[in-house]
């Protein structure tokens, strides 16, 4: 139905920059929320920040406020987080997330399949 792919991941020493990117395809008749949530090995998923269609102040995870910044391009139904200052425990596949009514199933959850940032000390 809804397909998200990512591309940007990498890896990086701390104090760098990465940028994430997410595009959206399939059988979408609205993408309310994008964002991005992370997962390192071990740990639960988490999000980092998201985005809703009508603007507003996005929503930051705590550890990434200052650093990351995310931004979305609703003509072209992408997404794209800006990571800044990186920091080792900013290692971890991220994930990009959507929330978006379909032409076929009503409104739906879709998940990205990942890229991983790996950040060394």
């Known amino acids: 139905q809804v397909q998200l792919v990512e591309s940007g991941g990498g890896l990086v020493q701390a104090g760098g920059s990465l940028t994430l990117s997410c595009a959206a395809s399939g059988s979408m008749r609205k993408i309310e929320t994008m964002g991005w949530y992370r997962q390192a090995p071990g740990k639960q998923r988490e999000l980092v920040a998201s985005?809703?269609?009508?603007?507003?102040?996005?929503n930051y995870a705590d550890a990434v406020k200052g650093r990351f910044t995310i931004s979305r391009d609703n003509a072209k139904n992408t997404v794209t987080l800006q990571m800044n200052s990186l920091k080792p425990e900013d290692t971890a596949v991220y994930l990009c997330?959507?929330?978006?009514?379909?032409?076929?199933?009503?409104?739906?959850?879709?998940w990205g399949r990942g890229t991983q940032v790996t950040v060394s000390s």
């Open positions: 985005v809703s269609n009508g603007g507003g102040t996005p």
């Open positions: 997330n959507a929330f978006c009514l379909t032409t076929t199933a009503g409104w739906g959850t879709f």
